[in-house]
């Protein structure tokens, strides 16, 4: 694995499951997921590993719905769009961080940046007209 983590058949399920299914899961949706094949996979491990992941880069951790964090697979460039009405999550595009120059601002080197929209996706909207 890069990143500096260590591969174990558990992390590697997790980060495999988080490339396939671009949902943005929660670390009990991968878990349940896994469970059936993984029968040695804990909900801790579950959670550990993707903190690991995250805090070394490999990850996205976001925190755009209130009540769980939500986990991305893709680490590229992007912006995060969370449905009120369904909860999904979708990938929005972003050529550049908005408002802000690349790298440091008044002296803050910026390291990472989170843009979050949130309304509603064009199925629940439809519902709602």
């Given at each position: 694995m890069q990143f500096g983590v260590k591969?174990?058949?558990?992390?590697?399920?997790?980060?495999?499951?988080?490339?396939?299914?671009p949902t943005h899961p929660t670390?009990?949706?991968?878990?349940?997921a896994l469970y059936p094949a993984v029968p040695t996979l804990s909900k801790t491990t579950v959670y550990n590993t993707l903190k690991l992941l995250a805090e070394q880069g490999a990850v996205l951790s976001l925190t755009i719905d209130?009540?769980?964090?939500?986990?991305?697979?893709?680490i590229s460039h992007h912006a995060h769009f969370r449905c009120r009405s369904c909860g999904n999550v979708f990938d929005l595009p972003m050529d550049e961080t908005p408002g802000?120059?690349?790298g440091q601002l008044n002296g803050?080197?910026?390291?990472?940046?989170?843009v979050?929209?949130?309304?509603?996706?064009?199925?629940?909207r439809k519902k709602i007209e």
């Open positions: 591969p174990s058949l558990q992390r590697i399920a997790i980060m495999d499951y988080l490339l396939t299914h670390a009990d949706t991968i878990f349940n209130e009540k769980n964090i939500r986990y991305d697979g893709d802000f120059p690349p803050f080197h910026i390291t990472e940046c989170h979050y929209y949130k309304g509603y996706c064009e199925n629940c």
